[in-house]
């Protein structure tokens, strides 16, 4: 049952903006056990949540599958993530490189 905590005999439903918050915070914090810690709940329900973040830019499935046939969805954010952090590199490189001959020009 996602999005659902059982205890004892209590199931706790959190509505989707509890989850999106809850997932943006796991992913600003970089992780998932120290957030469920603070609210109570499985790290592997963060883990599904943050999933279909992902790759729905909500933590529910959708419903149809047409609901986001036009949008973009990020299929390897991995993959995406060693591009830009690549990129942040030579643009550093470049950075120096110019202070140099800054300085050197002086």
Known sequence: MEG???SGNFIRKYTEEE?????EEALSSGSNSLVAAKYN??????SNWKCNYRRYKQTLKPKN??????EEIIVDYKKEYKKTQEKCRDLELEVAVLRDLLKKKK
């Open 4 to 6: 659902c905590i059982m």
């Open 19 to 23: 989850r999106v918050k809850i997932v």
């Open 41 to 46: 709940i499985n790290s592997g329900l963060i």
């Open 65 to 70: 599958a047409t609901q986001f046939k036009n």
